[in-house]
Structures are given as C-alpha cells and as structure tokens.
C-alpha cells in the first residue's frame, strides 16, 4: 500500500464517473481483480487502456483488462495511446533503444500490437504478470529495487506516477534516472497539471500542447511533459 495518506494525492474522479462507481463494482467479472483476501493494494498509474496477455505457444495475445478502480485505474481513451505511443516508437528508432514504461500498461500494449517495438512494464498490479519476461514487479515506496539488467538501459522511457504528490512524482523520477541510459535519454511523464513545477524541477520536463484524456473523466487536468523538445510532434511545447 502507498504512503500517501492526502485524498489530493490521488487523482480525483468527475461527478459522473462517481455516480457510475458503484454499477460498475456490482456489474464487472469478479476474475479480472486481485482477490478479495488480499490486503497490500498500491493504488496503480491513472493510465490508458491497459491490456493483459496469455501465453499460445510462442505468441502472445493481449486482452482488455478491465480497469479495477480499487487500484486508481483509470485508462486513457484510444487516441492519447495511439499518439503517446507513436511518439515512444519514433523516439526508439531513433536511438536504437527499447522502450521503459513505468505504471502505463497502456501504452505498452499498444506498442507491442501496433509498433512490434521492444518494451517493458514496470508495475505494481500482478494481473500483467502474463505478459511474461517484459513484466517486472514495480513499487513506487522502493524506487531503485529493480533488475540490475535494466539500470541504464533505456533512452527513452515513459512515466505515469501513481499519486499527485511530491513525494511519488520524487520517487518515480528517481526510477527513471536509474533506468536511463545517459544524459540524453528522453523522458515522458504523464500527470496532472499541478505537477508542473515538479517536472520542471526534476526532469526539467515541459507540458506539450497534447493533452492526455481517459474513457472516464476525471476531476484533474492531465498533461503530459517531455525532457526534450519535441518540436512539432504533439503540438510542440505549450508557449
């Protein structure tokens, strides 16, 4: 379970998604979420349309996963996937590099149906378990418990911090800079317009006129930052 202990530090749901809450809970399949018994839940990355996989032989297939709101999973819509994941993709051909995700299921399934591109999940929720050697167990709380085999080894890795708080966007972004490969690794961080100050400061990260939405709205503006320029790509950055 996370630290944090503020309801700000959560991202907040719309009053329609609220008042849709508790349908949802009662209607969706009871398989697609950790059991009841289980205790430690870390509220996971509010991103986009994550999908699970099963192992056929040596292919892989990738399933909608439903969103389990016990987790704070709140997936992106389909065009925030399609163009974060173009940018991710362009970025690995240029440095010949694969891709880090860290707490955006999303935007790894989407590279790996549409991109073919070489990617890793970093996250908490064992349910992407299925997706086999790319999946590493991810905690927030323990920033630099991971594989010594992934320890700057990306050039390009993506963000979606788990909370809205210092203390969570300080401790993923110390992930990202162990992962990194070198000072010119690109870095994405998708998360709210309150983090604007902390991107800066951490990653020297700025908002791209592209916003990120999800299927269910939430009460909190979204944007997504770059370490980089990416000059006309995603709208450039906001002037």
Known sequence: MGSEDSDDDTPRLSAHTLAALQDFLSARDPAAHLDDGDEEINPAATEGLARGGETKGNEMTLDIVSED???SQFWYDQPTARAVAQELFFLSKQFHSPIACISCP??????KKNYAAEVFL????????????DYTFYDYNFPE???????HAFHVVVADPPYLSREC??????????????DDTCFLLLTGAVQQDYA?????????VFKPTHQNKLGNEFLLYTSYDPLDRLGGWMK
């Open 200 to 208: 800066k400061d951490l990653l020297g990260a700025c908002p791209c």
């Open 145 to 151: 418990e991971l594989p010594e085999r992934h320890h």
């Open 106 to 111: 999303s935007l790894y399934v989407e590279l």
């Open 69 to 71: 709101w016990r987790l």
């Open 169 to 182: 966007i300080e401790k993923t972004v110390q992930t990202m800079k162990l992962i990194a490969k070198d």
């Open 122 to 133: 970093f996250e908490y929720d064992p349910r992407f378990q299925r997706y086999g050697n």
